[in-house]
DNA sequence: CAATCATATGTAATATTATAACATTCTCTT
DNA sequence: AAGAGAATGTTATAATATTACATATGATTG
């Protein structure tokens, strides 16, 4: 029964399993680091996950405006510092927005796929290009601090429905 | 006869012909297509090729305003999008800055190293990169519009001066 | 317990980056 | 000379992000 009218390339997932997953890690994650998810960071990074797409800090005060009144820019902008350095959400640097990251125990760094159309974020680890972007790097004699790897374009699903709008 | 006070992957070129070499190019490829590199533009470009640091817009402002009095943001951002439109210069999105484009008349993607010491950016084609992730987004099924690689680090250059700073 | 320290948050102001909208000019073509 | 298209001038404002200082909160320790 899924609704063909917000394509995505996770329309078919149960969202609200894939929600409890990423909290329930971030919050253990950050219990085994001793570092504190408070409310506003939680709150943040919930809001962050309603949805696959990127999010704005604007939109997210907002969004979080009428819970917590005192809500400013910076009490977003720490909370968005915070998730990063845990490394609980991207920054999408092509986009000045955010979305949850699926990766949080593993390797941060990964492939981001961004659909212009739907604007579903999708993470990939892709082995091989970070394995080739290593050695490039290795070559270069550059020393990593962070990577941004982020792909423009339209998705499978929504490549799809532009072919078979049905 | 290189000075090492101020560290760069290219601090051993000839940056006047790298300039020289830019901005012909430019002016080339803007004749074959029929577009016009006005003197905005040409200046705009001029003095992103100044160095091989990314400039952020409103500094080419100011860097720009003593020649023409008028300039004002969109007379930047105009150049600026005009100069990414043909290749010429990339926007390097996790700086929300502009660096010229070496690639002009091949591919324009590349690879970009950004050097948190010397600021300086270096280019690099990455093919064995780019054909990897060729196919990993082709798996994805993914149609790309655009790419935007950056890797944030410590240069080569950098790198042997902090381990041997005489 | 009081003192202090570190962390987190509240709050106001402001800095930085970018775009929108409309007027004007310039250049080419007819 | 008229008209079209491209480029630029000009003003205003939107969107994104940071700084600085005040306050609160909770843990630690003298």
Redesign the interface.
């Known amino acids: 029964m899924t609704s063909s009218l917000t394509p995505s390339p996770f329309s078919e997932h149960d969202h609200k399993k894939c929600v409890r997953e990423a909290l329930d890690t971030a919050e253990h994650i950050c219990v085994i680091r001793g570092v504190q998810l408070t409310p506003i960071r939680h709150k943040v990074l919930e809001l962050i996950w309603e949805s696959h797409k990127a999010i704005k800090a604007y939109d997210l005060l907002d969004r979080i405006k009428p819970l917590m009144d005192a809500a400013k820019p910076a009490t977003i902008y720490r909370a968005l510092d915070f998730l990063i350095e845990q490394g609980l959400i991207h920054r999408v640097?092509?986009l000045n927005a955010f979305v949850g990251c699926r990766c949080s125990a593993h390797q941060h760094e990964q492939?981001l796929?961004i659909?212009?159309r739907c604007h579903d974020v999708?993470e990939?680890p892709?082995t091989?290009?970070m394995?080739?972007?290593a050695?490039?790097?290795e070559q270069?004699?550059?020393?990593?601090?962070?990577?941004?790897?982020?792909?423009?374009?339209?998705?499978?699903k929504c490549?799809a429905q532009a072919g078979n709008p049905n």
């Open positions: 640097e092509s492939l796929l659909c212009n999708e990939r892709a091989k290009v394995r080739a972007l050695q490039e790097i270069a004699g550059f020393i990593v601090h962070r990577k941004a790897i982020e792909i423009h374009g339209i998705c499978a490549e």
